[in-house]
């Protein structure tokens, strides 16, 4: 029978922090942080598939959201503003003048509710917090809930909903760092999949600049399996510009359901993630920083192109896109959405 435990993690600036345990049938476990809703680890036949920190220090000081729940709005706001119904709202700028993944004080550095429970093929955590109107410059009190149901075929089953009592907008995603080879080693032997025939470029500041161009002949096809690594040095601008690949693709066939994007393959050991969404589309980032900028595990500097994220989600700076899927909620109606990770 899957299990759901939790046992003390230290201290937050808001209270105690808890480690949550969900461990399906087959032994295999993910841990999950109140504080910031993360996934702090998910360990697959005693392997590490995650980036993370092994305690709360890490997750307390300025890292890059190892495993957490981001919002109220995943990714990037120009100018860190946006206008809805003709008010224009100024938000907490906390990257050159834009807003990333909710500001400075964002949902990754919350405390969150938690209720764990079981059924026969998985164990659950459900979390909720509420957003007050005005947090982070965003209007409307949200009431935001997430569920992470760990299923007896290693599958991770992330599921959103929000309510607010004024018109606003929301974009919610998790930020893990996947390691399919385990140990934290370069990924750029892995090869990935993408049903995606179009990107959003973006600007020297990474804000997209509002088209969709075609991947076809350039470095972001992904829609023929290939290793991370083929094309991530290339002489291409987007991918000098961000180096490597930091960038949101507009997945094939969105129309709200649930349906597979991605493929993600580690060669060494055969496993492979299989990734499924009802969004429209995905940031696929290759941990492209510069050595020394941050670190990982008990404080070690982590070296470039250790991860990879896979963030659903509605586009960048969608509320200043018209021609972007709107993130706007509206009174009344219910923010919902799905992510699944597979690991196989």
């Not at 834009?98 to 059924?119: A, D």
């Not at 179009?198 to 990474?206: D, E």
């Not at 290939?226 to 291409?236: F, M, P, R």
């Not at 060494?268 to 290759?286: A, I, N, Y």
Request: aromatic share 10%; with cysteine.
């Amino acid at each position: 029978m899957p299990t759901a435990t939790h046992a003390p993690w230290g201290t937050s600036p808001d209270g105690p922090v808890e480690r949550h345990t969900l461990t399906n049938e087959r032994g295999n476990s993910i841990h999950v942080l109140n504080y910031g809703a993360t996934i702090q680890s998910i360990r697959i036949d005693d392997q590490e598939m995650v980036l993370g920190y092994t305690s709360i220090d890490g997750y307390l000081s300025k890292y890059p959201y190892y495993g957490a729940l981001v919002g109220r709005y995943g990714n990037r706001i120009a100018g860190a503003r946006f206008t809805l119904d003709g008010t224009t709202y100024q938000l907490d700028a906390n990257e050159n003048g834009n807003q990333l993944h909710g500001g400075s004080v964002g949902f990754n550095r919350k405390l969150w509710t938690v209720e764990p429970s079981t059924t026969d093929d998985a164990a659950i955590l459900t979390l909720s917090y509420t957003s007050p109107d005005g947090e982070m410059g965003f209007p409307g009190t949200l009431a935001v809930t997430c569920t992470y149901r760990w299923t007896n075929d290693d599958a991770l089953h992330i599921h959103y909903t929000a309510t607010t009592n004024r018109d606003t907008i929301v974009n919610l995603t998790n930020h893990s760092y996947f390691s399919l080879g385990g140990g934290g080693g370069s990924v750029l032997d892995q090869v990935l999949y993408l049903d995606a025939d179009r990107y959003t470029p973006v600007n020297k500041q990474q804000i997209p600049t509002g088209e969709n161009e075609s991947v076809a002949g350039t470095p972001f096809d992904f829609r023929t399996p290939k290793a991370v690594g083929q094309d991530i040095e290339a002489d291409y601008p987007q991918i000098q510009l961000a180096r490597g690949y930091d960038h949101n693709f507009v997945l094939n066939g969105y129309d709200g359901s649930l349906r597979e994007f991605a493929l993600l393959t580690d060669p060494v050991s055969g496993r492979r993630l299989r990734c499924f969404t009802t969004e429209p589309g995905v940031q696929l980032f290759t941990t492209n920083f510069r050595p020394g900028e941050f670190t990982v595990n008990d404080g070690a500097p982590i070296e470039p192109h250790t991860g990879i994220c896979l963030e659903t989600q509605h586009f960048p700076d969608s509320p200043n896109q018209p021609n972007f899927a709107t993130p706007v909620l509206k009174v009344g109606d219910t923010y919902n959405t799905t992510t699944v990770y597979r690991f196989e």
